[in-house]
């Protein structure tokens, strides 16, 4: 059975920092892993999404990298800002045609102005 | 650009009451998912479909039944409800293809069974 795992639960850092959030996954025949940002009380918002074939996605301030025979991903937030604010979720697929998704529990973000 | 919309945002049930929670979506997508959320304990999936007239369950089912009659909407059955529904319902879609399987979600539905 798939088990996700990210650590640390929350993480504070200053305004400006880069910082790198941490996803693990026990299996790695993964299809692909997605990165999503919750604000307390809202939905998800998907923000990356990396095929089990890539390495590496980018959008913006924002890269999620892939290493499936570890079975890491990390998603690094260049000078960040107090909107980064949030919980980050990262979720993988089994494999195509599976569509469920596994989810950690994430990691609670605070950005201090 | 609507996308997934899920109503309704907070409902309060007392034991044994029944309720539909509305979910749809407007981006055609095939698969549709309910999942559910409590406090560190992450998403956790209770039905999914992968098109109209096709369901299967997820990991936590028990005491839930789903429908899938259109492409657009996916509600979510309780119908007795307990206290351990207590939670934070989120649906989703997405493609199925080998390109594209990117998972959009709702805002969320908040129960409390009292």
């Known amino acids: 059975k798939q088990e996700v795992t990210q650590i640390p639960a929350a993480l504070s850092v200053p305004e400006g920092e880069n910082l790198v959030l941490n996803c693990s996954f026990t299996d790695s025949a993964i299809y692909n892993l997605q990165w999503f940002r919750q604000d307390p009380g809202k939905g998800l918002t998907s923000l990356l999404l990396?095929?089990?074939?890539?390495r590496e996605q980018t959008s913006g301030r924002l890269n999620a990298s892939l290493d499936k025979s570890s079975g890491r991903s990390t998603l690094y937030i260049a000078a960040s800002q107090p909107g980064d604010s949030a919980t980050y979720l990262c979720a993988v697929r089994a494999n195509f045609g599976n569509e469920k998704l596994t989810f950690g529990t994430g990691t609670r973000l605070t950005i201090i102005p | 650009n609507a996308g997934v919309t899920q109503t309704p945002k907070f409902r309060i049930l007392k034991i044994g009451q029944s309720m539909t929670l509305q979910c749809t979506q407007d981006?055609?997508?095939?698969?549709m998912y309910w999942y559910r959320q409590d406090p560190g304990m992450g998403l956790k999936l209770i039905y999914y479909?992968?098109?109209?007239?096709?369901?299967d369950k997820g990991e936590v089912p028990n005491g839930y039944n789903v429908s899938r009659s259109t492409t657009e909407d996916f509600p979510l059955r309780l119908e007795l409800a307990a206290p351990s529904q207590t939670s934070v319902y989120f649906c989703?879609?997405?493609?199925?293809?080998?390109?594209?399987?990117?998972?959009?979600f709702g805002q969320g539905t908040r129960l409390t069974v009292v």
């Open positions: 479909s992968v098109g109209a007239g096709i369901t």
């Open positions: 989703a879609s997405s493609y199925s293809s080998l390109t594209n399987t990117e998972a959009f």
């Open positions: 981006m055609n997508h095939n698969y």
């Open positions: 990396i095929q089990s074939s890539q």
